[in-house]
């Protein structure tokens, strides 16, 4: 069994994630198998200790935060396992939950995947795999050094999830631990629900009857709570629950054929409502776009000042003046003629909403790409540093940043919605994101305590108006501890109980994720209920 430490001074950076909220714990484990992940939760079980995993620790909803008891870092778990190949030709890679990101996106594109003790069948589909076109993983969150399982627990997407959607399409097989060291085995397209009934069967031929929330997800990008739906899959399930009902300990992905010609293109206007304009012809019309992003004034700005006062940032492009509104567009095409097409499309859309041509900036080549690339992720690391230089001078503010999706219909409204409360409020921001699926991080950026609270304040009506517009409160970066609050404003008090009393069927001690998704309260009566259920069930 992996080695359960006391926790220490040694391990401080386990105490927090990139959402600069930090916790509290006892003991820490670095298990490097999943035998060994087992092993730790059966050990904590008899006594209900909870268990907080971890990753890469690059969550942005303190999503690995521990709430006491134990740390799980799966860190150690970085192995590929295994590759087939469908009948269809789609290759399948499986792995450990450690796997970073950026290694995963180089070993496919070098095609050296380490394949130490893989089967003959796994041998034979690489081989067929390294003679193939590139494949690729489109999941991209901004955040390249997270881990898979991390993304997989919270549902990550990113840029291109505008075009390829987020992690859960992409996810064909799980191994999920339970709070009691059995194991779920799930492949996708093997079981589903009966209506809201879902029944699974443990390696140990434990019978689990789970009973679904009954809400309706809303018809956006979304990754707030459990994944619940009529004749829903069982693994959609686990993929998106923030580390509340067990640990994944393998995944399985469908890779696919990388794009032969991918194309950037940046393009400024002088208004909001231009690029708002801009983004909603530029849907229906290019059928390439792989991601459309946004910058707002206040990011660009930001970016200015960077590049003028730092050395790190001098490679960013200069902007020009009048610049005011940035949209970002990839278009990844099958071949050059097409993205040539895509591109004079792109230019008739610009013209029509205002923009103008001979002030956009085109990538075609990977080194522009590059560059495109760095500007566009300069903007929250900028934003980050600015925070962290204020923090000196206080250090109870922390940066606010939105997650909050709506339908396209609702794009301009809430746009609105944003601008009139910020400058009500008189709140300093930078607004960026992914604007393609109306789904923008708008991040106020604290001068004090007092900007701090009327942050808070403002992003929980934003929930309440973005919920009444049939939007979601977390469209990719999970719930996690921080927007427990809002996930109760968008499904209401009765469908928390139903979630949390699902976590408490599967979980019945409350161990994993604690402080995940619901408040201690909501989780104690659904704890509560569980038990009685099943005292009441073993009396009859």
């Not at 999920?176 to 809201?196: K, P, S």
């Not at 900007?451 to 979601?472: I, K, N, P």
Request: contains cysteine; proline residues 4%.
């Amino acid at each position: 069994m992996a080695q359960i430490r006391p926790f220490s001074d040694e391990y401080e950076e386990y105490r927090r994630d990139e959402s600069r909220t930090c916790g509290e714990a006892d003991s820490i484990s670095f298990p490097a198998s999943e035998q060994e992940v087992r092993d730790v939760l059966a050990e904590f079980h008899a006594d209900g200790v909870p268990v907080t995993v971890q990753g890469a620790r690059t969550g942005l909803a303190a999503g690995a935060v521990p709430h006491g008891g134990h740390v799980m870092s799966l860190g150690r778990m970085n192995r590929y396992l295994g590759m087939r190949q469908g009948d269809d030709g789609t290759f399948y890679l499986s792995m450990e939950p450690g796997v970073v990101l950026s290694e995963l996106r180089k070993n496919l594109a070098s095609k050296s995947l380490a394949h130490d003790g893989w089967d003959d069948a796994s041998l034979a589909s690489l081989a067929a795999f390294e003679s193939a076109p590139e494949q690729f993983f489109p999941t991209d969150p901004t955040e390249a050094s997270a881990c898979m399982g991390g993304i997989v627990a919270c549902n990550a997407s990113g840029a291109r999830s505008y075009k390829y959607g987020p992690a859960r399409p992409h996810v064909t097989a799980l191994h999920v631990a339970l709070a009691d060291g059995d194991l779920l085995v799930l492949r996708r397209g093997e079981r589903f629900a009966d209506g809201r009934t879902l029944r699974l069967v443990t390696e140990s031929d434990r019978e689990l009857k789970l009973d679904l929330p009954t809400y309706q997800m809303p018809r956006t990008k979304n990754a707030s709570g459990y994944y619940a739906a009529d004749g829903m899959d069982a693994i959609d399930l686990f993929i998106g629950a923030c580390g509340t009902l067990g640990v994944i300990t393998r995944i399985e992905v469908a890779l696919m054929p990388a794009p032969a010609v991918v194309w950037g293109v940046s393009c400024f206007f002088a208004t909001e409502e231009a690029a708002l304009d801009f983004t909603e012809k530029a849907r229906p019309a290019l059928a390439c776009a792989a991601a459309i992003e946004f910058f707002d004034a206040g990011a660009l700005d930001i970016l200015r000042r960077q590049r003028e006062q730092s050395t790190a940032f001098s490679a960013l492009p200069k902007l020009a003046d009048d610049a005011a509104v940035c949209v970002y567009v990839e278009l990844d095409c099958e071949s050059e003629e097409q993205a040539t097409e895509q591109l004079y499309r792109l230019g008739d859309v610009l013209t029509e909403a205002g923009g103008d041509e001979s002030s956009t900036w085109v990538a075609r080549t990977e080194v522009d790409r590059e560059r495109l690339i760095f500007f566009r992720h300069a903007v929250p690391e900028s934003v980050n540093m600015l925070i962290d230089q204020r923090r000196r001078t206080d250090p109870t503010i922390t940066k606010l940043g939105s997650d909050m999706s709506v339908p396209d219909e609702r794009l301009h409204d809430v746009f609105a919605l944003y601008r009139r409360t910020l400058a009500e409020a008189g709140l300093e921001s930078a607004a960026w994101g992914h604007i393609g699926n109306n789904h923008i991080h708008v991040n106020v950026l604290p001068r004090d305590a007092a900007d701090f609270r009327a942050g808070g304040e403002l992003f929980a009506g934003w929930a309440a108006e973005a919920t009444r517009m049939g939007g979601a409160v977390s469209a990719e970066h999970g719930v996690g501890k921080i927007k427990a609050g809002f996930l109760a404003t968008m499904y209401g008090p009765d469908h928390i109980a139903e979630s949390a009393r699902l976590k408490a069927e599967l979980d019945p001690k409350g161990q994993l994720g604690r402080g995940n998704l619901f408040g201690e309260d909501v989780l104690e009566a659904a704890m509560a209920d569980v038990a009685r259920g099943r005292a009441q069930k073993g009396g009859e």
